[in-house]
């Protein structure tokens, strides 16, 4: 299923669209400032390094990153990580000579006493940790950068929202949307084919925040069926303020999901393999769009709403009822 063998259209209660601020953030890590002269003025002087002279000397040098036990050198002194001493095949990567199996306890040692800023610093990320304890945080770091929501490209574009918002809507071409409610109708003339089902992707403005829905075809077993689901743009513990619902129908029939969107940390196949949404049985789809059911139009209606203004801890302006 290709892009242009299936339609999508959307209504909804809007408000006025607001502005895409474009405040792209650059994914970098922190930076390094490195002199060799004044390397040499110290080893001179007798100064000890400083951390950031230490810093880079923990870096390796095939790969970059910050090395940790083991770490590895020639006879010669020079150090890599474990993981590029296999890359290189047992060669130093500066000498040429043999690697051997040389442990460098010294710098490690030297890193056991190091403390050093989150590598997403200049994301906002105002931690400092132990050097062996940094590594870890920065896998969960709540500043570290999302990989594109959109689904079946393979984009490897990464950034913060704002930046990401722009992206799906300059790159990708995605429809943007302001409004709590939609109203999407689904088209396709073969609905027969469910083999390499692109994903419709649809980005939801409201309570200042960014959603995105999904809608693809795919195998669930034997059987060939239809998903529906929405994702929140930001971390899983903001997506628990928000709750969902999509709706199907036709003939006197009719299918409800409710549920909580899922963060974009995690990937739209681990929702969908999860389950997580809205799903309906290609049978029941082609009944739903009635005629001769040799074409899927399917229209999916939804709201989102947050859940503690829903209990009246605020003013909902936001949660209109669907029609």
Same mark, same amino acid.
């Given at each position: 299923?290709?892009l242009d063998s299936m339609d999508?259209?959307s209504?909804?209660?809007?408000?006025?669209?607001e502005?895409?601020?474009?405040d792209?953030h650059?994914?970098?890590?922190?930076?390094k400032?490195h002199?060799?002269?004044n390397?040499n003025?110290n080893a001179a002087?007798g100064?000890?390094?400083t951390? *950031?002279s230490?810093?880079?000397?923990?870096?390796?040098p095939?790969c *970059?990153?910050s090395?940790?036990p083991?770490?590895h050198?020639?006879?010669n002194g020079h150090t890599?990580c474990?993981?590029?001493?296999?890359r290189?095949h047992n060669?130093?990567p500066t000498?040429?000579?043999?690697?051997?199996?040389?442990?460098?306890?010294?710098l490690e040692k030297v890193?056991e006493s190091?403390?050093?800023?989150?590598?997403?610093m200049s994301?906002?990320?105002?931690e400092?940790f132990?050097?062996?304890s940094?590594l870890?945080?920065?896998?969960?770091c709540?500043?570290?950068p999302?990989?594109?929501?959109?689904?079946?490209?393979?984009?490897?574009?990464?950034?913060?929202?704002p930046?990401?918002v722009?992206h799906?809507?300059?790159?990708?071409?995605?429809?943007m949307?302001?409004g709590?409610?939609?109203n999407?109708?689904?088209v396709?003339?073969?609905p027969?084919?469910?083999?390499n089902?692109t994903w419709?992707?649809?980005?939801?403005?409201?309570?200042?925040q960014?959603?995105?829905l999904?809608?693809e075809a795919f195998?669930?077993?034997m059987?060939?069926v239809?998903?529906?689901?929405?994702?929140?743009?930001g971390?899983e513990t903001?997506?628990?303020?928000?709750n969902?619902s999509?709706?199907?129908g036709?003939y006197?029939?009719?299918l409800?999901?409710?549920?909580?969107?899922?963060s974009v940390?995690d990937?739209?196949?681990?929702?969908?393999?999860?389950?997580?949404g809205?799903?309906?049985?290609?049978?029941?789809?082609?009944f739903?769009?009635g005629?001769?059911r040799?074409?899927?139009?399917?229209?999916?209606?939804g709201?989102?709403?947050?859940?503690?203004?829903?209990?009246?801890?605020?003013?909902?302006?936001?949660?209109?009822?669907l029609?």
């Amino acid at each position: 299923m290709d892009l242009d063998s299936m339609d999508c259209t959307s209504t909804m209660d809007v408000t006025d669209d607001e502005e895409i601020h474009q405040d792209r953030h650059s994914y970098a890590s922190v930076s390094k400032h490195h002199s060799s002269n004044n390397s040499n003025a110290n080893a001179a002087s007798g100064l000890l390094p400083t951390t *950031t002279s230490v810093h880079e000397l923990l870096e390796c040098p095939v790969c *970059t990153n910050s090395m940790y036990p083991p770490i590895h050198q020639c006879h010669n002194g020079h150090t890599l990580c474990s993981t590029c001493k296999n890359r290189v095949h047992n060669r130093c990567p500066t000498c040429r000579q043999e690697l051997g199996d040389i442990r460098c306890l010294a710098l490690e040692k030297v890193a056991e006493s190091l403390e050093l800023p989150c590598k997403y610093m200049s994301l906002g990320c105002p931690e400092i940790f132990p050097y062996y304890s940094k590594l870890k945080h920065e896998t969960i770091c709540n500043f570290r950068p999302y990989n594109c929501p959109y689904a079946g490209s393979e984009c490897s574009v990464l950034g913060d929202i704002p930046f990401l918002v722009a992206h799906l809507r300059d790159d990708h071409k995605v429809d943007m949307h302001s409004g709590c409610t939609f109203n999407h109708r689904y088209v396709k003339s073969n609905p027969r084919e469910v083999e390499n089902a692109t994903w419709m992707l649809t980005v939801f403005h409201c309570f200042g925040q960014y959603f995105c829905l999904h809608f693809e075809a795919f195998q669930l077993g034997m059987a060939p069926v239809y998903m529906a689901f929405l994702r929140f743009m930001g971390d899983e513990t903001e997506a628990r303020n928000y709750n969902y619902s999509l709706e199907v129908g036709g003939y006197g029939r009719k299918l409800t999901w409710e549920g909580t969107p899922r963060s974009v940390r995690d990937s739209h196949r681990k929702v969908r393999d999860s389950h997580d949404g809205l799903i309906i049985q290609r049978n029941m789809a082609l009944f739903f769009s009635g005629g001769d059911r040799k074409e899927l139009k399917l229209r999916v209606t939804g709201r989102i709403w947050k859940e503690q203004q829903q209990s009246g801890e605020g003013g909902g302006a936001c949660i209109p009822s669907l029609s």
